[in-house]
């Protein structure tokens, strides 16, 4: 299949583009750079927030993955449902036979908050037009690279122990993102897949603490976590992003987020794509060792 991928080149999307590829599929990398892309597929001009590029972008598709966010802008829950509402009459009008879209976890009937109910709602907007739409809901994605990886493994590399809020004791059900990976392609061209909503998940449940206590643990380390109710969202973000590399605004995104519990209660995604999800101990050694790589390689040694 010739499948359009946008976010090209962001955390999910160049491993993907590099998968599919890998898979005899033709990939088709949706940029705002063109000329600087240098990973797998063939790149193409596109911006999802300016919908007179989508249909260039998208000729000739046969599906496409839409993997964009735009959780550093205060606005962002505006304009991912703009984006994805010019994404969807695009792909309608270029005849996609699928859409997929990598969304978060968490129960319908719990009081989500603003980046979830904005993942609920670009979903909902996606197929609006009539384009079978896969969903993949994910919590935790554990790799180099990612947003709240990123933002646990400098907590652990930065302090020698941490002052946290109620959020550190919610559970979450972390996953590999090689297995995010697997998954998404899996999903592509399945017929069982159309118009579904899949929950992926690791095979453990963890809390934030004991994802931290791990991964010091795995670093040789030992960061006590010291529970602080009364501790607000926005000092909570505001501390994630004086010790973290994080921004404001995407710390106080993904706090807020931190409040709701993010597990799979449902497992139907292994009869579409049958495997055995790594434990978050293995996906944090890869990621750390994905990280250590990509040091040695820019240190020229």
Known sequence: MRVLVTGATGFVGQRLCRALEEAGHEVVAMTRHPDDYAGPGTARYGDVHDPNTLPDALAGCDAAYYLVHS?????????????????????????????????????????????????????????????????????????????????????????????????????????????????????????????????????????????????????GRRVPVVPVPLLSPGISAWWLGLVTSVDFQTARSLVDSMTNEVVVRDDAIRAIVPLEPMSYDEAARLALAERAEEQRLGSGT
Not at 78 to 91: I, N, Q
Not at 160 to 185: E, K
């Open 71 to 219: 959780l550093d802008r205060s606005d962002f829950e505006r304009l991912d449902r703009e984006a994805a509402d010019g994404f969807a009459h695009a792909a309608s009008s270029a005849g996609l036979q699928q859409v997929i879209y990598l969304g978060g976890l968490g129960d319908d009937d719990d009081e989500l908050s603003a980046h979830l109910r904005s993942r609920r709602e670009v979903e909902t907007v996606l197929a609006s037009t009539g384009v079978p739409v896969t969903v993949l809901r994910a919590g935790i994605v554990v790799g180099h690279g990612g947003i709240s990886w990123e933002m646990t493994r400098q907590l652990v590399a930065n302090l020698p122990a941490m002052i946290a809020p109620r959020w550190v004791n919610t559970r979450t059900q972390p996953i590999a993102l090689a297995d995010v990976i697997s998954y998404l392609v899996g999903v592509l061209g399945h017929p069982e897949a159309l118009g579904r909503v899949f929950e992926i998940g690791g095979p453990e449940v963890l809390r934030y603490r004991s994802m931290i206590d791990r991964l010091a643990t795995l670093e």
